[in-house]
């Protein structure tokens, strides 16, 4: 028998980070710049900037079916379908449902990006804060449980990852959102500036401001300015928008500190009983199928919501016969998505003289206005608008029975000019919103899959009534025509903002995480994606978990030289 003694010694690190997405690339580039040699492990392919984004720079024709699917390819991706439309352009960016079943007690549409970079490469880049009365409402209205922090303990850290990332906007001095580190904004067209003034005449407290997001609009940490080409999803060979994998990833392979590690699965974390911590990560090679473990001081979970907390589940033994850090009971429950696809759209008759430059990739936004000072609805919390103004182009000519020159000048002509409010709103947390793991049912690896179990509640469905109909009401009153309507709540997941299964709180008797985001039992351990959210405000909640990761970064690190880990 040929025994490799130094196997444990080759595969041991300072730090292990799960997960190379949104989050995950922060914990990699903050721990390697801080000098701790770190493992990142990542379930799928390796994909490199610009080199491994194939469809980038295919214009229409180079597509073929007009960049969709057949049918019967389409057919393998009807959850992803749920979510988004799977094209020919972006299908290597999604995965196949057989990949990783799962069971819907109630719908759950869960969309999955396999490969380094994970969800930033596809993500809508928009970037808000959440504010103080955020962080605060749970433990104003007895809401689950109070947050273990507040605005001011992370501020900082959205100024400091703001300021690497690079988030065009435009200050507002908002209380409900505050402002941030900006690059110049995306600039509103004619129509969305006649939007803005007139909701601020007709409205106290109705901003409509251009979206806040991580497109850039100047060269930025080395990368390029936007171009307006509107691909942002094929991946961008400019830099353009953050992502990890023109950003964080980049950074953190400049230390020489980064050992990447695509195809590996992680199985669960190596709890040691008498040291009273986790020493590590078993992982499936997901190209043999054989099992490897790696060793570590400190272990970053950043695998997203739900597979981060499949990982805690699935990490069990005699201390934690239930799950890594589950002695509250709380992993698994209070799942979150945010609620949306309402709200109302019209047309405007003038600006026939006015066109805009370029396919803008952002719109505009409308921060939360109820439930705020003096106005009290029947529901608690609130939601924002996003939304654009733009012209009919030449797609309305399918329809038209003019030919020759008639259909030429048609065809070249703008159309009319249209503008939508589609509502964001919160979801409060509720105990009963739960995932659990099916051990019947085993995926390919033979790991279990999951069970969701969750679904919108009273708050909600009230707060939609306001969300379709104060969209209808300000495009009515600010002058628009043929306006509609649209309600469409479908099931958690398709907002793609799942949080809360791992919560962070005060109380080991009911959260998972302190205030650091460490397991409350294993301190040694931080979950730091959307798995760790309280509540979930009605912002999106990307530029909270970076926030977020970088200070539990920087506090390792910390605590590792006090050798308190």
Same mark, same amino acid.
């Given at each position: 028998m040929n025994l490799n003694i130094h196997a444990k010694k080759q595969n041991t690190y300072d730090a292990i980070v799960v997960g190379t997405g949104m989050s995950g690339g922060w914990a990699a580039k903050e721990l390697t710049e801080k000098g701790l040699h770190t493992l990142v492990l990542e379930r799928g392919r390796n994909v490199r900037h610009v080199e491994d984004y194939p469809t980038m720079n295919k214009d229409p024709w180079e597509l073929p079916r007009g960049d969709r699917l057949t049918d019967e390819e389409s057919k393998k991706y009807q959850i992803t379908n749920r979510v988004t439309t799977v094209r020919e352009s972006t299908k290597h960016w999604f995965i196949k449902d057989s990949v990783q079943p799962y069971e819907e007690m109630k719908r759950f549409d869960w969309l999955r990006c396999y490969h380094v970079g994970g969800r930033s490469l596809v993500w809508g880049r928009q970037s808000y804060r959440f504010s103080p009365m955020d962080f605060e409402a749970n433990a104003v209205e007895g809401v689950a449980i109070d947050w273990p922090i507040r605005y001011e303990d992370i501020e900082p850290w959205y100024n400091y990852v703001e300021e690497f990332a690079g988030i065009s906007g435009q200050p507002e001095g908002l209380d409900q959102l505050p402002d941030s580190?900006?690059?110049?904004?995306?600039?509103?067209? @004619?129509?969305?500036?006649?939007?803005?003034?007139?909701?601020?005449?007709?409205?106290?407290?109705?901003?409509?401001?251009?979206?806040?997001?991580?497109?850039?609009?100047?060269?930025?940490?080395?990368? $390029?300015? @936007?171009?307006?080409?509107?691909?942002?999803?094929? $991946?961008?060979?400019?830099?353009?928008?953050?992502?990890?994998?023109?950003?964080?990833?980049?950074?953190?392979?400049?230390?020489?500190?980064?050992?990447?590690?695509?195809?590996?699965?992680?199985?669960?974390?190596?709890? &040691?009983?008498?040291?009273?911590?986790?020493?590590? !990560?078993?992982?499936?090679?997901?190209?043999?199928?054989?099992?490897?473990?790696?060793?570590?001081?400190?272990?970053?979970?950043?695998?997203?919501?739900?597979?981060?907390?499949?990982?805690?589940?699935n990490s069990k033994s005699d201390r934690f016969p239930n799950g890594l850090g589950n002695d509250s009971g709380e992993l698994g429950h209070n799942l979150m998505d945010h609620h949306f696809r309402v709200g109302a759209s019209g047309t405007f008759d003038g600006f026939e003289d006015k066109y805009y430059w370029g396919r803008n990739p952002n719109g505009f936004y409308i921060p939360r206005f109820r439930n705020i000072g003096n106005d009290r609805r029947n529901y608690l919390r609130g939601f924002g608008f996003r939304g654009r103004a733009s012209r009919e182009g030449w797609w309305r000519a399918i329809r038209e029975h003019a030919i020759g020159k008639d259909l030429k000048e048609f065809v070249s002509t703008p159309g009319k000019w249209t503008m939508g409010l589609s509502?964001?709103?919160?979801?409060?947390?509720?105990?009963?919103?739960?995932?659990?793991?099916?051990?019947?049912?085993? &995926?390919?690896?033979?790991?279990?899959?999951?069970?969701? &179990? @969750?679904?919108?509640?009273?708050?909600?469905?009230?707060?939609?009534?306001?969300?379709?109909?104060?969209?209808?009401?300000?495009?009515?009153?600010?002058?628009? &025509?043929?306006?509609?309507?649209?309600?469409?709540?479908?099931?958690?997941?398709? @907002?793609?903002?799942?949080?809360?299964?791992?919560?962070?709180?005060?109380?080991?008797?009911?959260? !998972?995480?302190?205030?650091?985001?460490?397991?409350?039992? !294993?301190?040694?351990?931080? !979950?730091?994606?959307?798995?760790c959210m309280t509540s979930n405000a009605c912002q999106n909640p990307s530029l909270t978990y970076m926030a977020l990761t970088a200070r539990a970064a920087n506090y390792a690190h910390e605590q590792l030289d006090k050798q308190n880990l």
């Open positions: 580190k900006f690059l110049p904004p995306m600039e509103l067209n @004619c129509l969305e500036k006649y939007a803005r003034n007139k909701f601020l005449e007709l409205y106290e407290g109705r901003v409509l401001t251009p979206g806040r997001v991580a497109n850039l609009t100047q060269p930025h940490q080395g990368r $390029g300015a @936007c171009q307006y080409r509107n691909l942002c999803n094929r $991946g961008c060979p400019y830099g353009a928008y953050y992502s990890s994998n023109s950003s964080t990833l980049p950074a953190a392979e400049r230390t020489g500190n980064m050992t990447l590690q695509p195809h590996s699965i992680v199985n669960s974390i190596i709890y &040691d009983p008498e040291l009273k911590k986790a020493v590590g !990560v078993r992982v499936i090679d997901a190209e043999t199928g054989t099992m490897n473990e790696y060793y570590s001081k400190i272990i970053f979970l950043n695998a997203g919501c739900i597979n981060t907390t499949l990982i805690m589940l509502a964001f709103g919160e979801m409060l947390p509720d105990h009963k919103n739960r995932i659990w793991l099916d051990y019947e049912k085993l &995926d390919q690896w033979g790991q279990p899959t999951v069970v969701f &179990d @969750c679904s919108f509640k009273e708050n909600e469905y009230s707060m939609r009534v306001d969300m379709k109909n104060d969209a209808a009401e300000m495009l009515e009153r600010a002058g628009f &025509d043929d306006i509609t309507t649209f309600d469409n709540s479908g099931g958690l997941g398709s @907002c793609n903002h799942e949080m809360g299964t791992a919560r962070m709180g005060h109380d080991p008797e009911t959260s !998972v995480l302190n205030r650091w985001n460490q397991v409350h039992s !294993v301190p040694n351990v931080f !979950v730091t994606d959307g798995a």
